[in-house]
């Protein structure tokens, strides 16, 4: 049984395009988050929810628009693609309030943009 | 405050031992260890959230020094399975969940 799952697994586009990307989890989590990571591995956080409410929301562009249907979706939808773009995105999960606050991430989706 | 790693990469023969460092020049609140393997997504390891506290799992193990600024992750009689990127994390403003990652340490274990 897949934890936190991702769809697609590889996105290619073109500049200026609009695309999206799902997260579904099935571990009961109350908050979800998605996660940039560039060519130099570096990980960020962009946003967090909670309960499908917006409670962390970094300085990521607003082109990026998180959606949470209900607290087991977490879709992020990327308006005028551009090239700085490119990265692998997480979606993870996590249980709040527990002492040991671990987040069980995605397989990622690989977003290319020519 | 982001948290600093070191070293950047490590090259290690199976058996080997390595220690890898997480640092900053404020208290920390938590400190999260995660390990990602190539193509792969990270994976959670451990958390140490008082100061002087050590925890193991496995043949890896972390402590957290008293003040709080800094942490040590062991891998002890290193395995192939070791070779990943380690990141550690901490609670930005003490918000959980808002995890800032160091920039990673790229571990290789060779035969």
């Known amino acids: 049984d897949t934890a936190v799952s991702q769809t697609p697994k590889y996105l290619v586009t073109q500049m200026g395009n609009d695309k999206s990307i799902k997260c579904e989890q099935n571990l009961g989590h109350d908050t979800m988050y998605w996660y940039k990571q560039d060519s130099k591995k570096f990980l960020k956080i962009m946003f967090s929810?909670?309960?499908?409410?917006?409670?962390i929301n970094e300085t990521v562009p607003n082109r990026f628009s998180p959606k949470s249907p209900d607290k087991a979706h977490l879709n992020l939808h990327i308006n005028s693609l551009e090239l700085g773009d490119s990265a692998v995105y997480f979606c993870?999960?996590?249980?709040?309030?527990?002492?040991?606050?671990?987040?069980?991430f995605g397989p990622g989706t690989r977003l290319t943009v020519l | 405050q982001q948290p600093v790693q070191s070293p950047q990469a490590v090259i290690l023969r199976e058996g080997e031992d390595a220690v890898i460092n997480c640092s900053s020049s404020k208290a920390l609140y938590s400190v999260h260890w995660y390990r990602q393997k190539h193509g792969e997504a990270p994976v959670f390891l451990m958390i140490l959230l008082k100061g002087g506290e050590q925890k193991g799992h496995e043949k890896i193990s972390a402590s957290f020094n008293e003040k709080k600024q800094q942490s040590s992750l062991y891998l002890t009689a290193s395995q192939l399975s070791y070779s990943g990127t380690y990141f550690c994390g901490t609670e930005k403003g003490g918000s959980q969940g808002n995890l800032i990652f160091g920039k990673g340490t790229k571990l290789s274990v060779k035969p």
């Open positions: 993870a999960s996590s249980e709040p309030g527990l002492e040991v606050n671990e987040q069980f």
């Open positions: 929810y909670n309960n499908k409410e917006l409670i």
